[in-house]
Each structure stands twice: as C-alpha cells, then as structure tokens.
C-alpha cells in the first residue's frame, strides 16, 4: 500500500509564502506523475487540483494558482514540494499530493485520474 505523508502547512498572511512538501512510500517514484491537489472548506466545495509534474519534470498549473506557485520533485528522495507564494484567503484549504496516471494542461485539475487513496493532508490557512 502506497503512502503519502504532506507536511508544510500553516497559517500564514496574505502576501505570505509557504513551501508544502510529501513523501511518497514508493520505489519507484520516478516512473510517476505527481499532483498537489486542494479541498477548499465549506459547502459544495470539491477537491481539485492545482498543479502536477510529469514523471520528466515538466509542470502544468491551475490558473488559479499559475505564476505564484511552483511544483517540483527531488527523485532521489521520493519527495514532491509546493512553494506557495502570494497566498491568497481563496487558497485556504487542506492540501494533498498523490500519483497521478497522467498530467497535462487540461486534466490538472481532475482527480478521476488518482492512483492511490488520499493521505490525511496539510491545511494551509490564509488570514489576517
């Protein structure tokens, strides 16, 4: 069983930046795409994602995050890391990283295309 373990969550101001990490339990973590998703709180609110890299490192982001936050991965380590900046109040939410069967520009945000089941995840709060 694969397990993922996200770290780097905070409250943080407006302006501020946060850098999330995850360790994936996997040997092979450099065969896969990866993904940082996030679930917003409040009613009728889904988890979506916001950025993925491929298994080369190429990267593709959510509009709604594009220019403030970067995506990478250390294969070495099995780890994959968000840097956040400019966080936002509408970023607030808990965030998660997961294997993904494909990344692209237009199923970043999708999470039909999940591997395995969802770790217990980093929340990140946006507040003055």
């Known amino acids: 069983q694969v397990r993922v373990t996200e770290s780097g969550g905070g409250l943080v101001q407006p302006g501020g930046s946060l850098r999330l990490s995850c360790t994936v339990s996997?040997?092979?973590?450099?065969?896969?795409?990866m993904g940082w998703f996030r679930h917003a709180p409040g009613p009728g609110k889904e988890r979506e994602g916001v950025a993925c890299i491929t298994w080369e490192g190429t990267s593709y982001y959510d509009d709604s995050v594009l220019g403030r936050f970067a995506i990478s991965r250390d294969n070495a380590k099995s780890t994959l890391t968000l840097q956040m900046n400019d966080l936002q109040p509408e970023d607030t939410a808990l965030y998660f990283c997961?294997?993904?069967?494909?990344?692209?520009?237009?199923?970043?945000?999708?999470?039909?295309?999940?591997?395995?089941?969802w770790g217990q995840g980093t929340m990140v709060t946006v507040s003055s």
């Open positions: 996997i040997v092979d973590f450099e065969n896969y795409a």
């Open positions: 997961a294997r993904r069967a494909t990344c692209g520009q237009s199923v970043v945000r999708q999470t039909i295309n999940v591997l395995d089941g």
